[in-house]
């Protein structure tokens, strides 16, 4: 658990940095496999990818300051320095989310069918993004005794912050998911042909998953009870669900 991968000289290159690299190139290679599920063209498949990491980390990005504004009210230079981390998954995942969507229809293209194709790419580069944030030391779990305890280095922000306490690598169990649902999406890509299925998992899986991963935070802050991110998955589930349905009844009048 340290930020700093390599310093050469007063540069200093951070984990937190390359995992995101790691993800946007391992992203690439997931969607150029399966772009065929969605009549891409390679051109489209660079364009699309190229769009939705601009969006996707500008949206993060958005977000996060405007959550903890108060880190960048007197230093706000700060705020573009995204290598030391600070993004925030829904708010990226909403940008690039109408991004994908204003670019398919512009290139006529099925949205559905490309945020389907979508979904194990943004599983598999949120996995290498979580990555970095346990190297990095931000988004951290709570203080545990269990023997999944690990200790921030002696004298990192991080030590300081939680008393040097074992805490439990959420950031590490968040990845492992989203690595197993990178691997559900890519197989079902290859079993159902109703568009819309999988881009609802998505919502459904993550939803879920993200509500219980909040509760092994330990630098949450609370709205009413839960954090927002709990309260977005709350949205999302419900919302996953009824695309479903509305996907699947789509299907059957179209047999009719």
Same mark, same amino acid.
């Given at each position: 658990?340290?930020?700093?991968?390599?310093?050469?000289?007063?540069?200093?290159?951070?984990? &937190? =940095?390359?995992?995101?690299? %790691?993800?946007?190139?391992?992203?690439?290679?997931? $969607? /150029?496999?399966?772009?065929?599920?969605?009549?891409?063209?390679?051109?489209?498949?660079?364009?699309?990818?190229i769009i939705a990491l601009i969006c996707g980390i500008l949206g993060a990005r958005i977000f996060y300051v405007v959550q903890f504004f108060d880190h960048y009210r007197y230093n706000l230079v700060n705020i573009i320095r995204i290598d030391? #981390? =600070? $993004?925030?998954?829904?708010? #990226?995942?909403?940008?690039?989310?109408?991004?994908? %969507?204003?670019?398919?229809?512009?290139?006529?293209?099925?949205? !559905?069918?490309? +945020?389907?194709?979508?979904?194990?790419?943004?599983?598999?580069?949120?996995?290498?993004?979580?990555? #970095?944030?346990? *190297?990095?030391?931000?988004?951290?779990?709570?203080?545990?005794?269990?023997?999944?305890?690990?200790?921030?280095?002696?004298?990192? /922000? +991080?030590?300081?912050?939680?008393? #040097?306490?074992?805490?439990?690598?959420?950031?590490?169990?968040?990845?492992?998911?989203?690595?197993?649902?990178?691997?559900? &999406?890519? &197989?079902?890509?290859?079993?159902?042909?109703?568009?819309?299925?999988?881009?609802?998992?998505?919502? %459904?899986?993550?939803?879920?998953?993200?509500?219980?991963?909040?509760?092994?935070?330990?630098?949450?802050?609370? &709205?009413?009870?839960?954090? $927002?991110?709990?309260?977005?998955?709350?949205?999302?589930?419900?919302?996953?669900?009824? *695309?479903? !349905?509305?996907?699947?009844? %789509?299907?059957?009048? /179209?047999?009719?």
């Amino acid at each position: 658990m340290h930020p700093i991968a390599l310093e050469i000289g007063s540069l200093s290159i951070r984990w &937190y =940095g390359v995992m995101a690299a %790691i993800g946007f190139l391992v992203g690439t290679w997931v $969607l /150029e496999k399966n772009r065929k599920f969605a009549n891409m063209d390679k051109d489209q498949c660079s364009a699309l990818l190229i769009i939705a990491l601009i969006c996707g980390i500008l949206g993060a990005r958005i977000f996060y300051v405007v959550q903890f504004f108060d880190h960048y009210r007197y230093n706000l230079v700060n705020i573009i320095r995204i290598d030391q #981390g =600070g $993004l925030v998954f829904y708010g #990226g995942f909403i940008l690039a989310l109408a991004a994908v %969507i204003i670019y398919s229809v512009k290139q006529k293209l099925d949205p !559905i069918r490309v +945020l389907d194709v979508m979904a194990p790419v943004m599983a598999a580069a949120h996995a290498f993004g979580r990555i #970095g944030c346990y *190297l990095n030391g931000c988004c951290y779990g709570k203080v545990t005794e269990s023997i999944f305890g690990v200790t921030p280095p002696a004298g990192s /922000e +991080l030590a300081l912050r939680t008393g #040097g306490m074992p805490l439990f690598p959420v950031q590490l169990l968040e990845a492992g998911e989203n690595f197993l649902l990178c691997a559900l &999406y890519w &197989y079902l890509l290859r079993r159902i042909k109703r568009p819309g299925i999988i881009m609802s998992l998505f919502f %459904i899986n993550y939803g879920a998953l993200r509500f219980l991963n909040e509760m092994l935070r330990g630098d949450n802050v609370l &709205y009413w009870k839960f954090t $927002l991110a709990q309260w977005i998955g709350l949205c999302l589930i419900p919302a996953g669900i009824g *695309l479903i !349905i509305l996907f699947t009844r %789509i299907k059957r009048n /179209e047999k009719n």
